[in-house]
């Protein structure tokens, strides 16, 4: 059994070189033919003014007329013709090699889907061996389960940081949403001050209370970051303790929502900027987190692939 599965891996491992190989091919030729469409192009537009340069040349004109009594008039249609043609070679030269390099790009494409997905079918066999090593409780079953063990926990370490990711880009959007109102509020109160009238002054509460709601929306969603950041498994402690625990401290709803004076508005806004700061400050932890912890899932499958296919 192990012998047979380990046959397989061989010839699937066999098969993703040569998949690469193809993949390799294929992104040679497609640019190629890229290139290709484009000289394509160029020629097919150098033929048509050709084309038309011997058209005006046969027409009847004030211009041919001077060219026919100077008798230059054949020369100019000969040389005109001689460029049409040149360009008409080098047009069909350049459809040809588009032909040429579609069919081969169509060639790797057929040979791919042939092959398949020998990465997914090399997962299959991993899995089964692994399967059969647990099942007969041989000397290294122990060492594999360990293995599908860490991989599984790096899986879900990193589930929890794209979560709070997620989450967060949440309240960053509505915090940014309410700096947008607050602008506005603060152009229309200068209005207002100015003795801009009862339309200003509407206007200016309208985003007052459209920037209020969106900095609410951004304290629920924040709470909920806060309850996800919990249950994120760091790869870094340090990290955590330093950087991403800090977040508790900022405070959403402690935003100033006095709408009295103006320049409550410009200290909201301020307040909000702060904010926003912080939490691009934890956002840039998270994300870097997220690569580690990216990291540590792609050691940790190597690490158990490695193991599976030694036994």
């Given at each position: 059994?192990?012998?047979?599965?380990?046959?397989?891996?061989?010839?699937?491992?066999?098969?993703?070189?040569?998949?690469?190989?193809?993949?390799?091919?294929?992104?040679?030729?497609?640019?190629?033919?890229?290139?290709?469409?484009?000289?394509?192009?160029?020629?097919?537009?150098?033929?048509?003014?050709?084309?038309?340069d011997v058209e005006k040349l046969k027409r009847v004109s004030?211009?041919?007329?001077?060219?026919?009594?100077?008798?230059?008039?054949?020369?100019?249609?000969?040389?005109?013709?001689?460029?049409?043609?040149?360009?008409?070679?080098?047009?069909?030269?350049?459809?040809?090699?588009?032909?040429?390099?579609?069919?081969?790009?169509?060639?790797?494409?057929?040979?791919?889907?042939?092959?398949?997905?020998?990465?997914?079918?090399?997962?299959?066999?991993?899995?089964?061996?692994?399967?059969?090593?647990?099942?007969?409780?041989?000397?290294?079953?122990?060492?594999?389960?360990?293995?599908?063990?860490?991989?599984?926990?790096?899986?879900?370490?990193?589930?929890?940081?794209?979560?709070?990711?997620?989450?967060?880009?949440?309240?960053?959007?509505?915090?940014?949403?309410?700096?947008?109102?607050?602008?506005?509020?603060?152009?229309?109160?200068?209005?207002?001050?100015?003795?801009?009238?009862?339309?200003?002054?509407?206007?200016?509460?309208?985003?007052?209370?459209?920037a209020k709601d969106n900095i609410e929306q951004a304290q629920?969603?924040?709470?909920?970051?806060?309850?996800?950041?919990?249950?994120?498994?760091?790869?870094?402690?340090?990290?955590?303790?330093?950087?991403?625990?800090?977040?508790?401290?900022?405070?959403?709803?402690?935003?100033?929502?006095?709408?009295?004076?103006?320049?409550?508005?410009?200290?909201?806004?301020?307040?909000?900027?702060?904010?926003l700061r912080e939490l691009e400050h934890v956002m840039r932890?998270?994300?870097?987190?997220?690569?580690?912890?990216?990291?540590?899932?792609?050691?940790?499958?190597?690490?158990?692939?490695?193991?599976?296919?030694?036994?």
């Open positions: 059994m192990v012998k047979h599965l380990n046959d397989r891996l061989k010839e699937v491992e066999e098969s993703e070189q040569l998949k690469n190989e193809l993949e390799k091919k294929l992104d040679q030729v497609t640019e190629r033919m890229g290139e290709a469409i484009e000289k394509k192009s160029y020629f097919n537009q150098q033929l048509e003014r050709d084309k038309n004030l211009d041919t007329i001077k060219a026919t009594l100077k008798g230059t008039k054949e020369e100019r249609v000969m040389k005109e013709n001689q460029e049409m043609l040149i360009a008409k070679q080098n047009y069909d030269q350049a459809v040809e090699e588009v032909k040429e390099l579609e069919e081969e790009q169509r060639k790797y494409i057929s040979e791919l889907n042939q092959l398949g997905d020998p990465q997914a079918t090399y997962e299959k066999l991993i899995n089964e061996k692994a399967a059969f090593l647990l099942e007969n409780s041989t000397a290294i079953s122990i060492k594999v389960l360990e293995a599908y063990e860490r991989e599984t926990a790096c899986n879900e370490s990193l589930q929890e940081v794209n979560k709070a990711i997620g989450i967060l880009e949440g309240v960053i959007a509505f915090l940014q949403e309410a700096l947008k109102k607050l602008d506005k509020a603060k152009g229309w109160g200068t209005v207002d001050l100015l003795g801009g009238g009862p339309i200003s002054s509407l206007v200016k509460h309208r985003h007052m209370d459209e629920i969603r924040f709470e909920d970051f806060q309850r996800e950041l919990s249950h994120v498994k760091p790869v870094n402690e340090q990290i955590v303790e330093s950087e991403l625990l800090t977040s508790a401290d900022i405070l959403i709803d402690s935003i100033i929502f006095d709408w009295i004076v103006q320049d409550k508005i410009y200290n909201t806004e301020e307040e909000v900027k702060k904010q932890s998270l994300v870097n987190e997220k690569k580690m912890a990216r990291e540590q899932v792609q050691k940790a499958k190597q690490k158990r692939i490695a193991l599976v296919k030694m036994a």
